[in-house]
Structures are given as structure tokens and as C-alpha cells.
């Protein structure tokens, strides 16, 4: 059978403003993908956590907030001490230029801008997921 | 003139799509002639500029007694740099104030909560304690303008807080004049910034619409928000019916707690978003007079006409600004800000062209409050009241948007309400399926966004950024550590725990804030004792 692949949308600090997590937690589901939608005011802890519990392949996060900074590092160790570091993690919203080379230096890979389209965040997830996974 | 309508409605090779329909996906028709609003009775529908049902407008003359508002919300950092750029506004020739908070102020979370890590200060202003408020309205007197704050959840805390700085500054709160948001319906639908559960949040609600109507009678206690649920991704109707529906909730929440009607209803006001489809924001703000009005003299059985007028303020929509040639959005903030202008809008927000990025930069803000006053002063829009009364399109346009929220009021109230609606998901579930539909249109091209899915440019132009580093969570962290330091720790533990009895029993809590407030308890405390007392409200993540 083949794998779907398993993507936890999640939604860090303290914003509320979820209208681009649930639309593109949609359009990946509508492309085939397993998607589980964590809510609101996750902490790193907790979407590290429903990372393992529900042996994700990919972790998106929607952070609008500029807490990035904050948020992305910590998860990034959490991920790499449970050995989950093979998960491919991207991130939608705002991103100041400035601190996008920071993010992908700690592991950060798509980093997607307002404007970007719902197919290409689909395109770039089946492309860039870890190998164990048929995207065929 | 038939020749023309012929021509006109028929389908014909080469028209650029088919069908026409707004940016809600209404279907437009080519044309709209006497026969589409045959049924409009000009006393009964409409009525002259000030008349009821205020179809029309509130007020009789329009804007040639004053025109509206023009109130830029600005908030980022430390209180002493929005101080700065409110000042810095009101010189400019801005005539409110409108003030941003940050994400911890407005979950109720003090600058020290492990949650407000990285936050603090960067999307609004970061206040925790009478001494934060003070900062904040240094130099600016409260008796001589009016503020408007964007605060839900700890909407009372915040407003406790203005309260008693005005006090310290001498001026009576009978003179105070201004608005709070404290519209937690439209977080539990829209925003999410909800921290206690639907039902003590209405009583929150309703305990600042019975404090005020005794003791600050000139205040706006509820700003029923639709601005959110646009944002959000609803059509204009389910803007429209959500908001006002929400009204309906609050006012029956008011009389339910035993106040009269035209005691509070003069006091609520709304905020819509103002959209880029053009004719649909001018219907949308004219149905909605005329439904609050009907709402409130029928259904509410209130007496006094203030109570009948539904007074509005507008923001451009944010959600339509792009990160991709940014300048464009200067044209469509100065297009969509046109629309409450014809509307008939009380007060206005301009957005700032580098907000697809980041809180706006000095100039930018500025640039947005121009926009403003070229339309006041340069277009002669303002001249004439509802330009647009009597158009077959909009008068048309403006019953379909009314029918459509009615038909949104039926079906809320075989819920048993607005508040067993957000209970069922039902609101939520109706936005989140627009906003997919809406983007779905976008990437398929039936929608153009111009600079996005077509006339895309090969390189961008970089344009100046604000960038709020973390310098601001220092300086507050460094205040509130201050602020404990110095308070009287028994005087603010008594306060805390009369508010916790107060709470937990039914006193109004809002004298019980303004005690605690002026031990300097912090925003956290307060919010911290009520979360005990009603615990946190977690919402169903639904896709």
C-alpha cells in the first residue's frame, strides 16, 4: 500500500490568525497527503510531540507573529533529540529577508512568503520529503 | 437604451469571463434597470439622510457638520515608541487615537510568561501595568481626544487601566469619550484571541455595557467587529450577518443582565472591513444600517433613536495587501478606503503599503493617513450624502446583501443563538469554507491579483522595513520587574482576592479591576485570578 505522506500543521505562540494554516492544512489534504491540524498556541513541545506521535514526515508551521526566531530553534533541537531529525520542516507567514538564511542554517528548508501559491507548497513538500516515503 | 441591455445581457464570444461575480462570488448581472428595484418604497427602505431606517446614512447632512474620523491604530514596542508615533499622528493631522497591543497584552500574559517569549512588543504595544499605561498616554490629554483600543479577552483590564490614568490626570470619566474593541464573539469566530469560554467572556461583556452606562457614559463599550471575520476569509454577506448577529447577541446579554435597553444600545458601535470590491463594501455598509435599525426598534422594542443608529467604523482590508510590488497597495488602499467614504462611514483606518511585511514605518504610516485626506479634501466625494441612493445596482445590491443576512439570523437563531453557534463550530466551518474557495479562485486565475498571478515583475524593489528587535521586551521586563519591586504586595493580594470572590459570586468586576489596578496589579494577575475561577476555553481544531 502506498505510504501517505503525514504532514502536522501546527500553530506556535500566542497568534490566533489561522486562516492561512486551515487553507493550506485543505490543499494538502486535497492533494493526498494525511493531515493533522494541531490548533492553536502550540508549544514546541507539544507539535514535537504530536510530531512523534503521529510519525510525521513533514511539520508545517504558520507563525505571522515575528516570534519565529524564538519558536524555530527550539523546535528544531526538539526534533534532533528525539531523532526526528529527518523530518522535513517548513514554515508559512512572515518572515522578515533578514532572518531566512538564519532559519534555513538551523534546518529550516521551505520557507514559504505571503503570495505563495497552495500548489506550490504542495509541489515543494512532495518533492523535498524524506525517501521512505512513494510520492509517486 | 433596450438595444443596450440586449446587447448587454446576452452571452457573447470574447467577454472576459463569464459569469461576472464579486470578490464573494455574487453573481453580478451586466445590468441592473428600475425593474430590479421595483419594489423599494423610498420612506420605508430608504429614507432621508438621518431618517430611519438610515439606509441612507445617520446623519442628515452627512459629512458638512464633520467628516469622519480619520483614526490610524498604531502600537508597537515599548509604550514610550507608541507614545511617540500616536503624538507624532495627532500632529500630523490625525484626529484619534487608535491603539495597537501586542500578542501577550491581548491573551492577557504578562512580558515574564514563558508563552510570551519573543513576542513581546512586536505586533502592538506591550502593557502589563498601570506604569506601562501611564508611559503610554504621557503628554496626551485623555479629556481632549478620543482613543480607541484594540482589546477583546482582557478588554476591562486595559480599559481599567485608561481609567484611572485619566483619573490621575484630573479628568472625570464622564468626560472620557473613546472605544474599546471588547468583542470576544468575533475571537471565538474569527481572531482567536479568546482566553475564558464563550460564557464568562459575556459576562465580562456585560459587566463593562452595565459600568459604563453608570459611570462613563460617553464610551463606546463594544466595537461589534465584522473587520476579522473579513479577514478571515468570509464573504461580505457572512460579514455583514456574523457581525450584526453578534450585535443581536450582546444586546440580548445586556438585557439579560437586566439593563435597559436604550440605557446601552447608543454605545455600540461596529467596525467593518473595507474590501476591494467596491459596489459590494457601499451595499454592505448601507444594509447594515438598515438592518440594526429594524433589529433594534422591532426586535429590541428600543425607544430612543441613538439606540436605532448603527455607527460604523472601517479598515482597508488587510488580508488584499502583497508583499509583491508593495507600491500597488497604496492604489488599493486609497480604492477600497473610498468605499466607507461613500458609505457613510463614522471613522476610518488606512493601511500602510509595507503591511504585507511588517508594522508600518513611520512614513508609510503617514503616506496612509494622506490617502485619507485627499479624499476628504481633494476628491469632493464628501459633499454629497450617499452619492449612490437610488443607483439600481446598489440599492439592489444592498437588499440582496440584507436578505442574505437575514436568512444567516434564522438559521443562528434556531441555534439558540450566536453564542451556541461558536458552541457548534458553525461560523468557523462558513469562513474557513470561503477562504478556500476564495484562494482556490485566486490560483486558478479566475481571480487576478495584480503583481501576484499576473503582471508579475521579473525583480523586486526592496522598500524600507521596520524591524522591532528585542530591545523592547527588555525595557518591559525591566518596568514590570520595577513595578513589583515597588507596589505594596499585600494591598495588590487583597485586590486580587476580591476579584477572585467577585468573580466567582456576581458583582460587577469591572470596580474590582479598577481596585487591583491601582495597587499595580499586573495584566497577568488579574487575568491569572479569572482564569482560575472559569478556566481557559480550547477550541476544536476543524479543517
Given at each position: 500500500?502506498?505510504?501517505k505522506?503525514?504532514?502536522?500543521i501546527?500553530?506556535?505562540?500566542?497568534d490566533?490568525?489561522d486562516r492561512?494554516a486551515?487553507?493550506?492544512?485543505?490543499?494538502l489534504?486535497?492533494a493526498?497527503?494525511?493531515?493533522?491540524?494541531?490548533?492553536l498556541?502550540q508549544?514546541?513541545e507539544?507539535?514535537?510531540?504530536?510530531?512523534?506521535?503521529e510519525?510525521?514526515?513533514v511539520?508545517?508551521?504558520?507563525?505571522?507573529?515575528g516570534?519565529h526566531?524564538?519558536i524555530?530553534?527550539?523546535?528544531?533541537?526538539?526534533?534532533?533529540?528525539?531523532g526526528?531529525?529527518?523530518?522535513?520542516?517548513v514554515?508559512?507567514?512572515?518572515?522578515?529577508?533578514?532572518?531566512?538564511?538564519?532559519?534555513?542554517?538551523?534546518g529550516?528548508r521551505?520557507?514559504?512568503?505571503?503570495?505563495t501559491?497552495m500548489?506550490h507548497i504542495?509541489?515543494?513538500?512532495?518533492?523535498h520529503?524524506r525517501?521512505r516515503?512513494e510520492?509517486? | 437604451?433596450?438595444?443596450?441591455?440586449?446587447s448587454?445581457?446576452?452571452?457573447?464570444?470574447?467577454?472576459?469571463?463569464?459569469p461576472f461575480?464579486?470578490i464573494?462570488g455574487?453573481?453580478?448581472?451586466?445590468?441592473?434597470?428600475?425593474?430590479?428595484?421595483?419594489?423599494?418604497?423610498?420612506?420605508?427602505?430608504?429614507?432621508d439622510?438621518?431618517e430611519?431606517?438610515y439606509?441612507?446614512g445617520?446623519?442628515?447632512s452627512?459629512?458638512h457638520g464633520?467628516?469622519?474620523?480619520?483614526?490610524?491604530f498604531a502600537?508597537?514596542?515599548t509604550?514610550e515608541?507608541t507614545?511617540q508615533?500616536?503624538?507624532?499622528?495627532l500632529?500630523?493631522?490625525?484626529?484619534?487615537?487608535?491603539v495597537?497591543f501586542?500578542?501577550p497584552?491581548?491573551?492577557?500574559?504578562?512580558?515574564?510568561h514563558?508563552?510570551?517569549?519573543?513576542?513581546?512588543?512586536?505586533?502592538?504595544?506591550?502593557?502589563?501595568?498601570l506604569?506601562?499605561m501611564?508611559?503610554?498616554?504621557?503628554?496626551i490629554?485623555?479629556s481632549?481626544?478620543?482613543?480607541s483600543?484594540?482589546?477583546?479577552?482582557?478588554?476591562?483590564?486595559?480599559f481599567?487601566?485608561y481609567?484611572?490614568?485619566?483619573?490621575k490626570?484630573?479628568?472625570?470619566?464622564?468626560?472620557?469619550?473613546g472605544?474599546?474593541?471588547n468583542?470576544?464573539?468575533?475571537?471565538?469566530i474569527a481572531?482567536?484571541?479568546?482566553?475564558?469560554p464563550?460564557?464568562?467572556?459575556?459576562?465580562l461583556?456585560?459587566?463593562?455595557l452595565?459600568?459604563?452606562?453608570?459611570?462613563?457614559?460617553?464610551?463606546?463599550t463594544?466595537s461589534v467587529?465584522g473587520?476579522?471575520i473579513?479577514?478571515?476569509?468570509?464573504?461580505?454577506?457572512?460579514e455583514?450577518?456574523?457581525?450584526?448577529?453578534?450585535?443581536?447577541?450582546?444586546?440580548?446579554?445586556?438585557?439579560?443582565?437586566?439593563?435597559?435597553?436604550?440605557?446601552?444600545?447608543?454605545?455600540?458601535s461596529f467596525?467593518?472591513n473595507?474590501?476591494s470590491?467596491?459596489?459590494e463594501?457601499?451595499a454592505?455598509?448601507?444594509?447594515?444600517?438598515?438592518?440594526w435599525a429594524?433589529?433594534?426598534?422591532?426586535?429590541f422594542?428600543a425607544?430612543?433613536?441613538?439606540?436605532?443608529?448603527?455607527?460604523?467604523?472601517?479598515?482597508?482590508?488587510?488580508?488584499?495587501l502583497?508583499v509583491q510590488?508593495?507600491y500597488n497597495?497604496?492604489?488599493r488602499?486609497?480604492l477600497?478606503?473610498?468605499?466607507?467614504?461613500?458609505?457613510?462611514?463614522?471613522?476610518?483606518h488606512?493601511?500602510?503599503?509595507?503591511?504585507?511585511?511588517?508594522l508600518?514605518t513611520?512614513?508609510a504610516?503617514?503616506l496612509a493617513?494622506?490617502?485619507?485626506?485627499?479624499?476628504?479634501?481633494?476628491?469632493?466625494?464628501?459633499d454629497?450624502?450617499?452619492?449612490?441612493?437610488?443607483?439600481?445596482?446598489?440599492?439592489?445590491l444592498?437588499?440582496d446583501?440584507?436578505?442574505?443576512a437575514?436568512?444567516?439570523f434564522?438559521t443562528?437563531?434556531?441555534?439558540?443563538?450566536m453564542?451556541?453557534?461558536?458552541?457548534?463550530g458553525y461560523p468557523?466551518?462558513?469562513?474557513a469554507?470561503?477562504?478556500?474557495?476564495?484562494?482556490r479562485?485566486?490560483?486558478?486565475?479566475?481571480?487576478?491579483v495584480v503583481?501576484v498571478n499576473?503582471y508579475?515583475?521579473?525583480?523586486?524593489?526592496?522598500?524600507?522595513?521596520?524591524?522591532?528587535?528585542?530591545?523592547?521586551?527588555?525595557?518591559?521586563?525591566?518596568?514590570?520587574?520595577n513595578?513589583?519591586a515597588?507596589r505594596d504586595?499585600?494591598?495588590?493580594?487583597?485586590s486580587?482576592?476580591?476579584?477572585?470572590?467577585?468573580a466567582a459570586g456576581?458583582?460587577?468586576?469591572?470596580?474590582?479591576?479598577?481596585?487591583?489596578?491601582?495597587?499595580y496589579?499586573?495584566l497577568?494577575?488579574?487575568?491569572?485570578?479569572?482564569?482560575?475561577?472559569?478556566?481557559?476555553?480550547?477550541?476544536?481544531?476543524?479543517?
Amino acid at each position: 500500500m502506498q505510504h501517505k505522506i503525514r504532514v502536522v500543521i501546527a500553530k506556535p505562540g500566542l497568534d490566533g490568525h489561522d486562516r492561512g494554516a486551515r487553507v493550506i492544512a485543505r490543499a494538502l489534504r486535497d492533494a493526498g497527503m494525511e493531515v493533522i491540524y494541531t490548533g492553536l498556541r502550540q508549544t514546541p513541545e507539544k507539535i514535537v510531540a504530536a510530531a512523534l506521535q503521529e510519525d510525521a514526515d513533514v511539520i508545517g508551521l504558520s507563525i505571522l507573529s515575528g516570534a519565529h526566531m524564538h519558536i524555530c530553534p527550539r523546535i528544531m533541537s526538539l526534533l534532533e533529540a528525539q531523532g526526528l531529525g529527518d523530518v522535513l520542516v517548513v514554515v508559512g507567514g512572515i518572515i522578515p529577508d533578514l532572518d531566512i538564511p538564519k532559519l534555513n542554517e538551523i534546518g529550516v528548508r521551505g520557507i514559504f512568503l505571503p503570495g505563495t501559491t497552495m500548489q506550490h507548497i504542495v509541489d515543494y513538500i512532495k518533492e523535498h520529503v524524506r525517501s521512505r516515503v512513494e510520492t509517486s | 437604451m433596450k438595444n443596450a441591455t440586449q446587447s448587454a445581457t446576452s452571452s457573447r464570444p470574447g467577454e472576459r469571463k463569464q459569469p461576472f461575480t464579486t470578490i464573494s462570488g455574487r453573481v453580478i448581472d451586466p445590468l441592473y434597470t428600475a425593474a430590479d428595484i421595483a419594489s423599494l418604497n423610498y420612506q420605508r427602505d430608504l429614507g432621508d439622510p438621518g431618517e430611519f431606517p438610515y439606509s441612507r446614512g445617520i446623519h442628515a447632512s452627512g459629512y458638512h457638520g464633520k467628516l469622519w474620523t480619520m483614526r490610524q491604530f498604531a502600537g508597537f514596542g515599548t509604550p514610550e515608541e507608541t507614545n511617540q508615533r500616536s503624538q507624532q499622528l495627532l500632529a500630523a493631522g490625525g484626529t484619534g487615537l487608535s491603539v495597537a497591543f501586542d500578542l501577550p497584552t491581548l491573551m492577557g500574559r504578562d512580558p515574564d510568561h514563558p508563552l510570551s517569549l519573543g513576542e513581546v512588543g512586536k505586533c502592538g504595544v506591550s502593557v502589563s501595568s498601570l506604569a506601562d499605561m501611564e508611559a503610554l498616554c504621557k503628554g496626551i490629554d485623555l479629556s481632549g481626544i478620543t482613543s480607541s483600543m484594540t482589546i477583546n479577552s482582557p478588554a476591562s483590564m486595559i480599559f481599567a487601566m485608561y481609567l484611572v490614568v485619566a483619573e490621575k490626570q484630573g479628568a472625570t470619566w464622564e468626560s472620557l469619550s473613546g472605544t474599546i474593541q471588547n468583542d470576544i464573539l468575533k475571537e471565538f469566530i474569527a481572531q482567536k484571541e479568546f482566553i475564558y469560554p464563550p460564557r464568562p467572556s459575556m459576562r465580562l461583556v456585560t459587566d463593562v455595557l452595565a459600568f459604563c452606562a453608570a459611570h462613563v457614559p460617553k464610551w463606546n463599550t463594544i466595537s461589534v467587529s465584522g473587520y476579522h471575520i473579513r479577514e478571515a476569509g468570509s464573504t461580505a454577506a457572512q460579514e455583514l450577518a456574523f457581525t450584526l448577529r453578534d450585535g443581536i447577541e450582546y444586546v440580548q446579554y445586556g438585557i439579560d443582565a437586566g439593563l435597559d435597553v436604550d440605557e446601552f444600545a447608543p454605545r455600540l458601535s461596529f467596525f467593518f472591513n473595507a474590501h476591494s470590491d467596491f459596489f459590494e463594501e457601499i451595499a454592505k455598509y448601507r444594509a447594515a444600517r438598515r438592518i440594526w435599525a429594524h433589529v433594534m426598534r422591532d426586535r429590541f422594542k428600543a425607544k430612543n433613536p441613538r439606540s436605532w443608529k448603527l455607527r460604523f467604523h472601517a479598515q482597508t482590508a488587510g488580508v488584499s495587501l502583497t508583499v509583491q510590488q508593495p507600491y500597488n497597495n497604496v492604489v488599493r488602499t486609497a480604492l477600497q478606503a473610498l468605499a466607507p467614504v461613500l458609505g457613510g462611514g463614522q471613522s476610518l483606518h488606512t493601511n500602510s503599503l509595507d503591511e504585507a511585511f511588517a508594522l508600518p514605518t513611520a512614513e508609510a504610516a503617514t503616506l496612509a493617513l494622506r490617502t485619507q485626506q485627499i479624499i476628504a479634501h481633494e476628491t469632493g466625494v464628501t459633499d454629497v450624502t450617499d452619492p449612490f441612493g437610488g443607483s439600481y445596482f446598489v440599492e439592489k445590491l444592498t437588499r440582496d446583501l440584507e436578505e442574505e443576512a437575514l436568512a444567516y439570523f434564522d438559521t443562528i437563531d434556531r441555534m439558540g443563538g450566536m453564542v451556541e453557534a461558536i458552541e457548534n463550530g458553525y461560523p468557523q466551518k462558513e469562513i474557513a469554507e470561503s477562504a478556500y474557495t476564495y484562494q482556490r479562485g485566486v490560483e486558478a486565475g479566475d481571480r487576478i491579483v495584480v503583481g501576484v498571478n499576473a503582471y508579475v515583475a521579473d525583480a523586486e524593489v526592496p522598500i524600507p522595513l521596520l524591524y522591532i528587535d528585542h530591545s523592547a521586551a527588555e525595557t518591559q521586563l525591566a518596568r514590570l520587574a520595577n513595578v513589583k519591586a515597588t507596589r505594596d504586595d499585600t494591598a495588590v493580594r487583597q485586590s486580587l482576592d476580591r476579584l477572585k470572590a467577585g468573580a466567582a459570586g456576581d458583582a460587577n468586576t469591572m470596580p474590582l479591576l479598577l481596585d487591583a489596578v491601582r495597587a499595580y496589579a499586573t495584566l497577568g494577575e488579574m487575568c491569572d485570578v479569572l482564569r482560575e475561577v472559569w478556566g481557559e476555553y480550547e477550541e476544536i481544531p476543524v479543517i
